[in-house]
C-alpha cells in the first residue's frame, strides 16, 4: 500500500452543504469541535490541519447519495432532505440546527377543515415523495406539481391549489397570502454515516460524535454564579441541578456563600426567578463551551 493511499484511507470525509442555510451553522460546528478548516481555493474540498478530516462542500441534495455510495463517510443535511432521497445513509445525531417543518398551505381564506380539503387538488411542492406518502398515509389521492423553488407562488399565479414547503418564521407563507393548515414532518439537520464505515472512520466518527455531543451539551447550559444570604442557602441549592451538586463557597463578606452551578437553557428563565425570588444576588450566568460528563 503506497503511503499516498494510506494518508487517504485515514481521513474521515464529511460532506456540507456548499453554501445556504446549512453552510453557516455546520463550519461552526466543526469549528467549536476544534476541527480547523484550511480553506480550500475553490472550495469543494477543505483539509484540516488538527484533525484526520477531509470536508467537501456540496449541493445539500447531493450529499445524501455521495454518503451511500461512500464518497463521503459522513454528511450533514437537513431531515427533509435525507427522506425525501430515501438513500442509504444512517442518522447517528440530531445537531439541533437547521430547525423546519414540511408543511400544507392553503389561501388564507379558505376554510379548510382536515386533510379531506387535499382530495383530488394540485400540490405545489419540492418534496414529492415525502408528500405522496403522507397522502397515501391518509388515504386522500390528489395531484403532485413538483417544482423546484418558489413554490410559495405557486397558488397566486394558478400553478396549485395548494402547497407544501419548508416553513422557519412562517413569514413567507404571510407575505404570499397563504396560511399554514398541517405539519408533513419535522426537520433539523442531523449527522448521516454510510452504512458500512471501516473500522478505522468508525473510530475517527466516535471521536467527532464525542466532541459534538460535548458541544451540543455545553450550548444547551448555562454556566451559573449567584450570591446567597446563608439563611437561605440550603433552599437555593435546593433549586440548582449542577453536573455533581452545586458548588458552595464562602464569601470573604461574613453570613453569605458564592454559589456556583450548570443550568439547562430549558429550565433557565424559571429557575432563575425562583432564585431571585429566594433571594439570591449578583446572578452571573456564563456560557459553557464544552462540557463533558
Ligand atoms: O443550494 P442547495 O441545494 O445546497 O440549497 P437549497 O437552496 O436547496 O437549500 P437551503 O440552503 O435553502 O436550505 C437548506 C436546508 O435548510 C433545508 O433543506 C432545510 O433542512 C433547512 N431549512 C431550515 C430551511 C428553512 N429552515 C427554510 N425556512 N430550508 C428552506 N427554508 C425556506 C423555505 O423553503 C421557504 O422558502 O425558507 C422559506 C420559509 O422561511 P420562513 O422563515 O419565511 O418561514
Ligand atoms: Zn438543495
Redesign the pocket.
Known amino acids: 500500500m503506497s503511503p499516498y493511499y494510506l494518508s487517504t484511507m485515514e481521513k474521515l470525509k464529511i460532506a456540507i452543504?456548499?453554501?445556504?442555510?446549512?453552510y453557516d451553522d455546520s463550519v461552526k460546528l466543526l469549528k467549536d469541535c476544534g476541527i480547523d478548516l484550511k480553506n480550500g481555493v475553490n472550495k469543494l474540498k477543505a483539509e484540516c490541519d488538527n484533525f484526520p478530516m477531509e470536508i467537501y462542500f456540496l449541493?445539500?441534495?447531493d450529499i445524501p447519495q455521495y454518503v451511500e455510495d461512500a464518497v463521503a463517510d459522513i454528511g450533514i443535511v437537513?431531515?427533509?432532505?435525507l427522506y425525501e432521497k430515501n438513500k442509504k445513509a444512517v442518522i447517528v445525531e440530531q445537531l439541533g440546527f437547521?430547525?423546519?417543518r414540511l408543511s400544507v398551505a392553503v389561501g388564507r381564506n379558505e376554510s379548510y377543515e382536515g386533510v379531506e380539503y387535499l382530495r383530488g387538488k394540485r400540490i405545489a411542492t419540492s418534496y414529492p415523495v415525502l408528500v405522496q406518502q403522507y397522502l397515501d398515509k391518509h388515504g386522500v389521492p390528489a395531484e403532485i406539481q413538483e417544482i423546484s423553488g418558489s413554490?410559495?407562488i405557486a397558488p397566486g399565479i394558478g400553478l396549485a391549489d395548494v402547497i407544501v414547503?419548508?416553513?422557519?418564521?412562517?413569514?413567507?407563507?404571510f407575505m404570499n397570502g397563504l396560511k399554514e393548515v398541517e405539519t408533513v414532518l419535522r426537520?433539523q439537520?442531523v449527522l448521516v454515516r454510510n452504512e458500512q464505515l471501516g473500522a478505522e472512520q468508525q473510530r475517527l466518527l466516535e471521536k467527532f460524535l464525542f466532541r459534538i455531543r460535548a458541544v451540543k451539551k455545553a450550548r444547551n447550559n448555562k454556566y451559573v454564579l449567584l450570591n446567597a444570604p446563608n439563611d437561605k442557602l440550603s433552599e437555593i441549592v435546593g433549586m440548582l441541578p449542577g453536573m455533581k451538586s452545586p458548588t458552595v463557597l464562602p464569601l470573604a463578606e461574613a453570613g453569605w456563600s458564592s454559589v456556583h452551578s450548570v443550568i439547562s437553557e430549558n429550565d433557565f428563565w424559571d429557575i432563575i426567578e425562583k432564585l431571585k425570588g429566594a433571594g439570591a444576588q449578583g446572578i452571573l450566568v456564563v456560557p459553557i463551551e464544552k462540557m463533558i460528563i
Open positions: 452543504q456548499k453554501s445556504g442555510r446549512l449541493r445539500d441534495d437537513g431531515e427533509n432532505v437547521g430547525k423546519c413554490v410559495e414547503d419548508l416553513v422557519s418564521s412562517g413569514s413567507t407563507l426537520s439537520a
